[in-house]
């Protein structure tokens, strides 16, 4: 199929139309900007509420969040912070999972402003893995220690639902001693309700689609007319048709910089808030915020008209947690390390480290700046990472018990809106960082994780559950892999 065909056969409106109320979409720009206005110079009295709600596991509505978003008192500031990391550990308790991006293609019909994929963009080295360099990259970041991708694909014919599909099978399919990729969540750009389909079959994980921003104006300057892109409303509920299709787990992101980030955080919630309204609660299953960062020959990033800054991204990010509390929260390596061990302890519940987004970079070992979509800042390896974390009390996991034992959708976000999840989260991710520490750890990262770990153990407050996680500790010790609760 040429490929201005293949473009014009993909939105499909009708998958759309059902989610409308009264022809309209969720957002409504002038309710998102009126909320916020009539939130402002909050009394600190209603800011302590509003945590106070937050902590108790209860989602927080638009004005709350306004609220939240206008607070001018740094000691506010400081309560909320404390707060986001006691909603984080009261539903997830004390680990951060880790996982890799994996980058299969760069080829793109779209052209993105902000984004070095972009169509028209000639420094950039076109590429798609074929099966023995996928298989290459994924025994890379096996001999790693890695156990969860998020597989990451441009928009273009080549790379299309059964291309992602063929791509899933194969990742699952690459085994190494004790190592696998036990769980493949996926990155791609809106699907129709049979692609999803498709690829639920194969045992996708995740899927990931970032509306970029929820500002109608700003949408469609950066995503120009005729474009896949170019829809608003076909991105924006690409994640309900995913439901639909039977992909319960998904997940929203914005990416800052774009526009005001007060709005666009209300954006995330209104989305959230959408997709629990029409799936019987059942929310995204992770929120990610990712900030604009240097791309090759992309000139729009050097100066973006809403950049957001250091201080700014932390109170964002920590908004963002009070205000879906279960939800979980995915901080990058696009940002520096310096910002990463400051913005997790507000509530940040999954990383990737060891990253390297050029397509065949893991192999190759090389940063191939003309072959990314944009420039990491933080460059420290997987143990490196994972040795800073035992620094700061957390304990590493690459569990992937929930999805393999059914605990998703539905199951998921009821036992994470009480806070049950971490029962099972917390076992299983001693019993994943204990197989890292005695397959890839270093001498150093080994010696204090273990401390850690025997800590973490003592700390779990069912006997049983600690009698039997001690058990597999020792079957692990001794070479058994992937024992899970």
């Known amino acids: 199929m040429e490929e201005n065909d293949w473009v014009s056969s993909r939105i499909r409106r009708q998958e759309v139309a059902k989610y409308l109320r009264g022809g309209h979409n969720f957002i409504d720009e002038k309710l998102i900007w009126s909320t916020l206005e009539q939130g402002e110079n909050p009394e600190p009295g209603r800011i302590r509420d509003i945590i106070a709600k937050s902590v108790s596991l209860q989602r927080l509505d ?35 999972v880790f996982f890799a991006p994996l980058y299969i293609s760069n080829y793109c ?8 994929f972009r169509r028209g963009n000639p420094a950039v080295v076109r590429g798609c893995l ?29 790379t299309g639902a059964d291309f992602i599909a063929h791509t899933i ?44 921003t929820y500002h109608p104006g700003t949408y469609e300057r950066v995503h120009p007319a005729g474009t896949l892109k170019g829809d608003m409303n076909w991105r924006l509920y690409a994640l309900h048709r995913a439901q639909e299709a039977g992909v319960d787990d ?34 995204p299953h992770t929120i990610s915020f990712p900030r604009l960062e240097p791309a090759v020959n992309t000139p729009f990033v050097e100066n973006p008209g809403h950049r957001v800054s250091d201080e700014q991204f932390k109170k964002l990010v920590t908004v963002i947690r009070l205000s879906v509390p279960y939800t979980g929260l995915i901080l990058t390596a696009r940002e520096s390390a310096e910002v990463r061990r400051d913005v997790i302890p507000t509530g940040i519940t999954q990383i990737d480290a060891g990253s390297n987004i050029g397509i065949g970079g893991y192999a190759d070992g090389h940063v191939l700046g003309d072959r990314q979509q944009f420039m990491l800042s933080d460059d420290r390896t997987l143990d490196e990472v994972i040795g800073g974390l035992v620094d700061m009390g957390m304990i590493t996991s690459f569990c992937t018990a929930d999805y393999r ?8 976000m009821s036992f994470s809106k009480d806070g049950r999840i971490q029962n ?11 197989e890292y520490l005695e397959d890839f750890a270093s001498p150093e990262t080994a010696r204090k994780g273990w401390v850690l770990l025997e800590g973490e153990l003592e700390s779990l407050p069912d006997p049983e559950v600690r009698k039997v996680v001690r058990a597999y500790l020792e079957r692990i010790r001794k070479g058994e892999r992937d024992l899970f609760l």
Request: net charge negative; proline share 3%.
């Open 130 to 158: 074929t099966d023995d360099e996928l298989r290459h990259e994924i025994l890379s970041l096996i001999r790693m220690g890695h156990k969860r991708l998020i597989m990451v694909y441009g928009e273009h014919p080549s």
């Open 169 to 212: 099978r194969l990742a699952y399919s690459v085994k190494e001693g004790g190592g696998e990729i036990r769980r493949v969540n996926v990155n791609a750009a809106p699907l129709c309700i049979e692609d999803y389909r498709t690829l639920k079959e194969v045992g996708i994980g995740t899927y990931q689609v970032f509306q970029e």
């Open 250 to 283: 998904v997940a929203i992101g914005a990416l800052f910089g774009l526009y005001d980030y007060r709005y666009e955080v209300m954006g995330l919630l209104l989305h959230a808030m959408d997709l629990e309204d029409f799936f019987g609660g059942v929310g």
């Open 109 to 116: 019909v779209n052209d993105c402003q902000y984004c070095g």
């Open 62 to 96: 638009p004005p709350e969040t306004a609220a939240l978003l206008n607070c001018r008192d740094e000691g506010l500031w400081q309560e909320m912070y404390d707060a986001g990391l006691r909603v984080k550990q009261s539903v997830y308790g004390r680990r951060i």
């Open 424 to 434: 099972f989260c917390m076992p299983n991710a001693v019993l994943t960082f204990a």
């Open 405 to 412: 034992c059914g605990r998703t959708g539905s199951c998921f």
